[in-house]
């Protein structure tokens, strides 16, 4: 399996629009950080992760010619307002599937009603496949994938164990259960937005504690702010087996 961080950042991305932080006029790669999404391939099967305002610089960058379907975490726009960009999917492949918690497809449907109709439908918009996820395992080509249930702040969020691969973006909380799942991973991929607390998401200190937990073989963080500070600084105070994730990293498992 081969995982690539299409993007790792906040939802403002990095640099922030107008900031004069240091991190966002950074000349360090490293630090310029699009909106958060992976690709995850294995055989033949191509997967994205979220599908934020970026999707379509990310797709052209990764060289990424055809994808099997969209799972989406939650449905905030950082996370979902590049979907109209599946259209050249669409027009190679034909419908695109997506798998989303049956509040994310409503939402979906709302925002993005000319590709979800069925009727009357504008010729040059592209189609998707609607799968419902829940709170159990389901079928993802030739994978069982299991739902990670968290919360950002109050609302829902689905996490995705892949074998033993695990990817968790805005999580601020997760109960007992839930992290049970978690155990036995080579690789959790897991959000750390900056050092200081915040109420709906995960800070360094807490995604440390949580990996300390579970302990996994290696673990990336990801959804980062500016304010969680430069890349390679960052990266010297992290325990061995822990990465600050970025824009373009490729690992394998």
């Not at 922030?16 to 995850?40: E, F, Q, Y």
């Not at 609302?155 to 799942?181: C, M, P, S, W």
């Amino acid at each position: 399996m081969k995982i690539t961080f299409l993007g790792t950042g906040t939802s403002q991305g990095i640099p922030v629009i107008g900031s004069k932080h240091p991190v966002c006029l950074s000349a360090n790669p490293k630090d310029k950080r699009l909106r958060v999404s992976v690709l995850v391939e294995w055989d033949n099967y191509t997967y994205v992760i979220d599908c934020g305002p970026d999707f379509r610089q990310q797709m052209l960058r990764a060289n990424c010619n055809k994808i099997d379907g969209v799972i989406f975490t939650h449905e905030h726009a950082d996370h979902t307002a590049g979907l109209d960009d599946i259209r050249p999917y669409f027009f190679m492949q034909g419908p695109i599937s997506v798998y989303a918690h049956k509040r994310v497809l409503g939402e979906l449907t709302r925002r993005f009603d000319y590709i979800f109709e069925t009727e009357n439908k504008y010729p040059g918009a592209p189609s998707v496949v609607q799968h419902e996820v829940k709170n159990e395992p389901f079928p993802l080509a030739d994978l069982v994938v299991t739902p990670i249930n968290v919360k950002h702040y109050n609302l829902q969020v689905f996490g995705y164990r892949f074998h033993n691969f695990a990817y968790l973006t805005d999580v601020k909380t997760i109960e007992n259960e839930e992290l049970k799942k978690l155990k036995g991973l080579d690789v959790i991929v897991i959000n750390a937005l900056r050092v200081s607390e915040h109420p709906s998401h995960l800070n360094l200190e807490q995604a440390l504690e949580i990996i300390k937990e579970i302990k996994p073989k290696r673990a990336y963080l990801t959804h980062i702010s500016h304010l969680l500070g430069f890349h390679d600084v960052v990266q010297q105070t992290l325990p061995e087996n822990v990465f600050l994730a970025y824009d373009n990293l490729q690992i394998t498992l």
